[in-house]
């Protein structure tokens, strides 16, 4: 992103179990980057998440977007029903 090219990067110092720890790295790695910007990207989503679901529950707001782009119909809602019911 060529805003974070202008923004200057301050040191964080956390203190977690070292299990925690490990295992963030090993996802890191994973991923293919540093845990660094892993905490980095979850602040940020925290930020965005926040911004796009003002007053929602946590479980409400995660579901934000999740019908983007549907249409659906009674129908078929009933039908999904009457197969998880069966």
Same mark, same amino acid.
């Given at each position: 992103?060529?805003? %974070? #090219? /202008?923004?200057?990067?301050?040191?964080?110092? =956390?203190?977690? $179990? !070292? %299990? =925690?720890?490990?295992?963030?790295? $090993?996802?890191?790695?994973?991923?293919?980057?540093?845990?660094? #910007?892993?905490?980095? %990207? /979850?602040?940020? !989503?925290?930020?965005?998440?926040?911004?796009?679901?003002?007053?929602?529950?946590?479980?409400?707001?995660?579901?934000?977007?999740? =019908?983007?782009? =549907?249409?659906? %119909?009674?129908? #078929? /809602?009933?039908?999904?029903?009457?197969?998880? /019911?069966?």
């Amino acid at each position: 992103m060529l805003y %974070d #090219q /202008y923004v200057m990067e301050t040191k964080l110092t =956390l203190r977690l $179990d !070292g %299990d =925690l720890i490990e295992n963030a790295k $090993d996802e890191a790695r994973k991923r293919g980057t540093s845990l660094s #910007q892993m905490v980095a %990207d /979850y602040f940020r !989503g925290i930020r965005a998440h926040k911004n796009s679901a003002k007053g929602l529950p946590p479980v409400t707001a995660s579901l934000l977007g999740a =019908l983007k782009g =549907l249409k659906p %119909d009674r129908s #078929q /809602y009933r039908r999904h029903l009457e197969e998880k /019911y069966r």
